[in-house]
């Protein structure tokens, strides 16, 4: 047998089907799953960093390929379903994959480097594309090859690539996937600086299924890590279309990446508002965070007004930067949420006006207009008078002897 230093990925991967022939019958479990590497590394050898890196991804890939019926001269059945003790193997193998990427390769140590890499390329460049459901298995590996150790050692590589994805369709038949497949050329194309390209082929795809703000956001990632502030800016505009649809958490995601664009591009703040404000009221409390955020006082009390929100709905840290920057603007906020608490006539009501009653008497009192207090208390105690459980909160609360 050749030394596993010499060979090329294919040779090992029929090393590797050789050495976990003994499970084919066996559950495809977190047991096989480690049954399978631990034999795969008893008969490997020492290897340098780069090499051992290779070996370790390659045997988490044949692995994760067993798992999934996809493995070289294994019946593939795509669509086939996966229970669970397959599904808690197949999230244990790709755990370890994302921590063999962690690992930055010596690439200087190792003369096969390169080559190993584009056969590893070609082998999941072909799984991913070939891969049926909502689930892509192989797709996140691939991105991460490029990310973690193509993209900082050679940039040369892109343009092949994106030629040989092109030519996918016509070499993989009806078993090609258009979605990872449109994907894949948008990440390439992103790393190409060809973004309009990288835009459209996700517009393209958003034609017949949805974006996955999952496939998206590393991206955008991408971008603000590199600090590319006016690329980004252009990407979260291109991608409003894309979110429109999303669900809150995602959107909340989504408008970070406006934070920091605008940290450094504050002319970009502008165009954040208006998809922002188009989603309302779906998208009240982002819009809320960044009325907050970005010191729109006015505009944030207004939109209170306009909702009849309530103040005490709000902790008291969330009004705090209003209360220290501009006090007065929640007057109107709190005076009319007091009056609709107190047309409720029930003592539930009451307690609720009075404990804002006493957060105006503070307000007053720190833009130092104590005397508009007073008229105002006395006015309202009045103007209450047949009330009889209101009479006895205020007292209870101070506001009135």
């Given at each position: 047998?050749?030394?596993?230093?010499?060979?090329?990925?294919?040779?090992?991967?029929?090393?590797?089907?050789?050495?976990?022939?003994?499970?084919a019958?066996?559950?495809?479990?977190?047991?096989?799953?480690?049954?399978a590497?631990?034999?795969?590394?008893?008969?490997?050898?020492?290897?340098?960093?780069?090499?051992?890196?290779?070996?370790?991804?390659?045997?988490?890939?044949?692995?994760?390929a067993?798992l999934?019926?996809?493995?070289?001269?294994?019946?593939?059945?795509?669509?086939?379903?996966?229970?669970?003790?397959?599904?808690?193997?197949i999230?244990?193998?790709?755990?370890?994959?994302?921590?063999?990427?962690?690992?930055?390769?010596?690439?200087?140590?190792?003369?096969?480097?390169?080559?190993r890499?584009t056969?590893?390329?070609?082998?999941l460049?072909?799984?991913?594309?070939?891969?049926?459901?909502?689930?892509?298995?192989?797709?996140?590996?691939?991105?991460?090859?490029?990310?973690?150790?193509?993209?900082?050692y050679?940039?040369?590589l892109?343009?092949d690539?994106?030629?040989?994805?092109?030519?996918?369709?016509?070499?993989?038949?009806?078993?090609h996937?258009?979605?990872?497949?449109?994907?894949?050329?948008?990440?390439?194309?992103?790393?190409l600086?060809?973004?309009?390209?990288?835009?459209?082929?996700?517009?393209?795809?958003?034609?017949?299924?949805a974006?996955?703000?999952?496939?998206?956001?590393?991206?955008?990632?991408?971008?603000?890590?590199?600090?590319?502030?006016?690329?980004?800016?252009?990407?979260?505009?291109?991608?409003?279309?894309?979110?429109?649809?999303?669900?809150?958490?995602?959107l909340?995601?989504?408008?970070?990446?406006?934070?920091?664009?605008?940290?450094?591009?504050?002319?970009?703040?502008?165009?954040?508002?208006?998809?922002?404000?188009?989603?309302?009221?779906?998208?009240?409390?982002?819009?809320?965070?960044?009325?907050?955020l970005?010191?729109?006082?006015?505009?944030?009390?207004?939109?209170?007004?306009?909702?009849?929100?309530?103040?005490?709905?709000?902790?008291?840290?969330?009004?705090?930067?209003?209360?220290?920057?501009?006090?007065e603007?929640?007057?109107?906020?709190?005076?009319?949420?007091?009056?609709?608490?107190v047309?409720?006539?029930?003592?539930?009501?009451y307690?609720?006006?009075?404990?804002?009653?006493?957060?105006?008497a503070?307000?007053?009192k720190?833009?130092?207009?104590?005397?508009?207090?007073?008229?105002?208390?006395?006015?309202?105690?009045?103007?209450?008078?047949?009330?009889?459980?209101?009479?006895?909160?205020?007292?209870?609360?101070?506001?009135i002897?």
């Open positions: 047998m050749k030394p596993i230093d010499t060979m090329n990925i294919a040779e090992w991967h029929g090393l590797f089907e050789h050495r976990t022939a003994f499970l019958e066996h559950t495809r479990n977190p047991s096989f799953a480690k049954e590497l631990a034999s795969i590394n008893q008969i490997k050898p020492a290897l340098s960093p780069a090499s051992n890196g290779l070996f370790e991804l390659s045997a988490h890939l044949y692995v994760l067993l999934l019926n996809r493995a070289p001269n294994q019946t593939s059945q795509p669509g086939s379903f996966i229970g669970f003790h397959t599904h808690a193997a999230s244990d193998v790709e755990k370890a994959i994302e921590r063999i990427f962690e690992n930055k390769p010596d690439i200087a140590d190792e003369p096969r480097y390169w080559q890499i056969e590893i390329l070609a082998y460049r072909k799984l991913m594309l070939t891969e049926a459901g909502s689930k892509l298995y192989f797709y996140e590996p691939y991105i991460s090859l490029w990310r973690c150790w193509i993209s900082p050679d940039s040369s892109f343009a690539e994106l030629q040989l994805l092109q030519q996918a369709p016509d070499e993989l038949g009806s078993s996937s258009r979605y990872p497949w449109l994907l894949a050329k948008s990440w390439i194309c992103l790393y600086r060809r973004d309009e390209e990288a835009l459209a082929h996700l517009k393209e795809m958003s034609g017949s299924i974006v996955r703000p999952e496939d998206l956001f590393p991206m955008l990632t991408v971008l603000q890590e590199a600090e590319e502030w006016q690329r980004l800016r252009e990407w979260l505009v291109a991608a409003v279309p894309f979110m429109e649809s999303q669900r809150l958490n995602s909340t995601s989504f408008y970070r990446y406006w934070d920091s664009v605008i940290a450094h591009i504050p002319g970009a703040e502008q165009q954040m508002w208006a998809p922002l404000i188009q989603m309302l009221p779906y998208t009240k409390a982002i819009y809320e965070e960044k009325l907050l970005y010191a729109k006082w006015q505009q944030w009390i207004d939109y209170q007004l306009s909702t009849s929100s309530e103040p005490l709905d709000y902790r008291v840290s969330v009004l705090a930067p209003i209360e220290k920057h501009a006090p603007l929640l007057l109107p906020f709190f005076h009319q949420a007091a009056e609709r608490y047309l409720l006539k029930n003592r539930d009501g307690k609720a006006a009075v404990k804002l009653l006493k957060r105006l503070k307000l007053y720190k833009m130092k207009d104590e005397e508009r207090w007073e008229s105002y208390i006395t006015a309202f105690a009045s103007r209450n008078s047949r009330l009889r459980a209101l009479q006895e909160e205020l007292r209870r609360g101070n506001l002897p």
